[in-house]
């Protein structure tokens, strides 16, 4: 239990507590909360494997009653020990405050350090309702990305946070908060990390045992780094490959109205693909086998047009051929069935991809051809291995006909999925002549490697704290005035770039993305994003605008080392270390960030990924200045310098251009080698 002298003067703005103030104060509370039943309509995390031993379902209890005083350690342990029988995990369901969690104006946060307050506020929008996918479990997206692991550490954290000074540093383990620790001002508030192993214990089962024993946690990216903002970001991230790819493939004077871009899943993130789609101005085709989900993307307003058959697909389709239109068309249906009719009508495929979740396949991730949705459900439950046989024959089809559509010119690429990765090991033909690479590229390396992160450019986001709207377009007409004077003595390499960029930020309020807190996110390079921000942060100190929170994705030029992913374009071998995230945590940490987050494990899987993030707040002080071009800087910086020692043409440009614009940067850069002198060598 803590021991923590609470005083009424820490609230920052009221001199009344309310409710919610009072019970973020108390931590855990003094009296044991009522038990609470879980309601029907509750969109529950899935019950995890029941992977524990009796003697570590007891080392579990023993762990989760550690947040608690010895009273209550008798009635806890029955209900913890149903808890992880009915769930596999622990939650500690009775300690979910009764106070709505969303992120609320900055000011209503009981804190004596602002920095504090609007980690808390970051937290909260996590754990929203209507931007959590799972909030009574923790849960923010893509299934088991953490915050917390169980209420309890929610609550202490958020105790910890509202009583801690600018001169104290909370470490926090997995969700757990191991506690404040003396530190000074210029040191990060929060230091997270999540899932953090010794490397030999990282593969999937690993984490089933160690999160139900509760020592760690798996973060995703943005969901334990307190950063996720909704759909917004995979928006702007899906139309910047969508719009890049057609124009790998058009000619200068065409445009993608009228052309198909064909895909699958209208899942989490996949469903940002036709939205995006429309965007980039093309025909999006998307298949997805769950009725529900097409059905919710189609009442959300995310795709133009739902049918249920390949003949009425085909219809459409050829309509929108033929009047050049700009719309989405969802399918409910598999993707394979699409593919293969596609080539017997002769239906040209400009652009091809696939975003089912392959790097969960056997339970549930992708759903094989043939069979129906809730055969392939009951064979998951009944008959898993029949299933995995399903899964790999589709898979084989699946590639079979995308190459039929290749040898006549469609343009595939894989979209960090593990679709290729999946395919190969169920024996199909993906493999390049020389038996090693795949005959398609990834996302990354052919598409955001090449044209965005070597350059620096990345999802650059931030949130305006005072939970105002109108802040919130203050922001965007600062960022696009921003972008517009560098893009003015920009060179010709990046142009095209910036152009994109300040299109999106000129109609993100149209395009009605913001789902919790006032967030904005905005590709930006190194340049790009310390400009904004400084200019943010006089907008502050001028009274114009309330304090505004910094961040960005772990998807991004130096906060990520992931092989098949966002380093997928290293080609000097060092794809597989991850000294680039490891260099962007510590750095960020005593450049002048808030917190800062480094984790194992998100979107490709535990064990295949090393991410890391950072948060900061503007607060219109000259310090706040100091920190944002410190921080900024080394943040995009590492990367380009990693991706340059790999000898990528991009980021040597990149790199070089910044030596030139900071002389106080100074970076070693790779000699070439001659092919011809290695020729002959073995
Ligand atoms: N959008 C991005 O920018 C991005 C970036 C990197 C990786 N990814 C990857 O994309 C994948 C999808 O992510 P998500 O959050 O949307 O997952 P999700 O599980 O929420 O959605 C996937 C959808 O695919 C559907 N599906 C499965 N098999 C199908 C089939 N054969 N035909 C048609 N539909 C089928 C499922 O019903 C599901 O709705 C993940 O592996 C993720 O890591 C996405």
Redesign the pocket.
């Known amino acids: 239990m803590l021991n923590l002298k609470l005083t009424k003067n820490t609230i920052m703005s009221t001199t009344t507590y309310t409710d919610f103030q009072e019970q973020i104060l108390q931590g855990i509370p003094s009296d044991l909360p009522v038990k609470r039943e879980l309601s029907k309509n509750a969109n529950s995390a899935p019950k995890r494997k029941d992977i524990l031993s009796i003697e570590e379902k007891q080392l579990a209890i023993r762990n989760a009653l550690r947040y608690f005083p010895k009273k209550w350690h008798e009635t806890l342990a029955i209900e913890f020990a149903e808890e992880l029988k009915t769930f596999g995990r622990i939650y500690m369901h009775r300690f979910k405050p009764s106070y709505d969690l969303y992120a609320r104006p900055i000011q209503e946060y009981p804190a004596t350090s602002k920095q504090a307050a609007g980690i808390m506020l970051m937290i909260q929008n996590n754990l929203d309702p209507a931007v959590a996918q799972h909030p009574d479990e923790l849960i923010t997206y893509?299934g088991n990305g953490a915050v917390f692991q169980n209420w309890a550490q929610y609550l202490l954290t958020m105790q910890y946070l509202a009583t801690m000074t600018n001169e104290q540093t909370l470490h926090m383990y997995s969700g757990h908060p191991m506690g404040l620790f003396p530190s000074s001002i210029e040191a990060p508030r929060v230091v997270v990390t999540n899932g953090m192993m010794v490397p030999n214990y990282s593969k999937q089962d690993d984490w089933e045992k160690y999160n139900a024993l509760g020592v760690t946690q798996y973060g995703q990216m943005t969901a334990g780094s307190f950063m996720y903002i909704g759909p917004q970001g995979?928006v702007h991230?899906?139309t910047i490959?969508v719009m890049n790819a057609f124009r790998k493939i058009l000619k200068v004077t065409e445009n993608p109205a009228g052309k198909i871009f064909l895909t699958?899943?209208?899942?989490?993130?996949?469903?940002?693909?036709p939205k995006a789609g429309n965007i980039a101005g093309c025909i999006t085709i998307c298949?997805?086998?769950?009725a529900n989900?097409a059905t919710k993307r189609y009442e959300q307003g995310w795709v133009d047009v739902l049918v249920d058959n390949l003949n009425d697909l085909v219809v459409r389709v050829k309509q929108a051929q033929e009047n050049q239109e700009v719309v989405s068309i969802a399918i409910i249906?598999?993707?394979?069935d699409v593919w293969e009719r596609f080539d017997t009508e002769n239906i040209f495929i400009h652009v091809g991809s696939d975003?089912?979740?392959?790097?969960?396949p056997w339970s549930g991730?992708?759903?094989?051809?043939g069979l129906s949705y809730e055969e392939s459900n009951d064979l998951i439950r009944n008959n898993p291995s029949k299933f995995k046989n399903h899964v790999q024959e589709?898979l084989v089809r699946q590639a079979a006909s995308i190459n039929k559509h290749a040898a006549k010119g469609t343009y595939f690429f894989d979209?960090?999925?593990?679709f290729l990765l999946e395919a190969s090991r169920a024996g199909a033909d993906v493999f390049a002549e020389n038996n090693i690479d795949f005959k398609y590229p990834s996302?990354v390396q052919d598409i955001l490697g090449p044209m965005c992160f070597d350059y620096g450019f990345g999802p650059f986001r931030w949130v305006c704290t005072s939970g105002n709207s109108e802040d919130l377009d203050k922001t965007d007409a600062i960022a696009v005035k921003v972008l517009t004077e560098i893009m003015e003595n920009s060179p010709k390499e990046i142009q095209l770039q910036m152009q994109d960029n300040i299109t999106w930020i000129k109609n993100a309020k149209s395009n009605n993305l913001v789902v919790g807190s006032q967030a904005r996110i905005l590709y930006a390079d190194a340049e790009g994003r310390a400009k904004i921000a400084e200019a943010f942060n006089n907008a502050i100190a001028n009274g114009e605008i309330g304090a505004v929170i910094l961040g960005r994705d772990h998807?991004d030029v130096s906060g990520t080392d992931s092989p098949y992913?966002e380093t997928s374009n290293i080609y000097d071998g060092s794809k597989f270390t991850a000294d680039m995230a490891i260099h962007n945590v510590i750095g960020d940490s005593f450049r002048g960030a808030t917190w800062v987050s480094i984790h194992n494990g998100g979107?490709?899987g535990w064990g295949e990924v090393t991410n890391g993030g950072f948060g900061m707040l503007l607060d219109g002080t000259e310090e706040a200045d100091r920190r944002l071009k410190n921080i900024l800087f080394y943040d995009v910086n590492n990367g380009i310098a990693r991706r340059s020692w790999a000898r990528n043409d991009e980021a040597l440009f990149a790199i070089k251009r910044e030596m030139e614009r900071r002389p106080d940067l100074k970076v070693t850069l790779p000699n070439i080698v001659e092919d011809i002198i290695l020729k002959d060598l073995f």
């Open positions: 893509g995979i991230g899906t490959t699958s899943g209208l899942g989490g993130m996949s469903g940002a693909q298949a997805e086998v769950n989900a249906g598999n993707i394979v975003q089912t979740s392959l790097h969960n991730g992708y759903y094989p051809v589709s979209y960090g999925n593990a996302y998807h992913r979107g490709v």
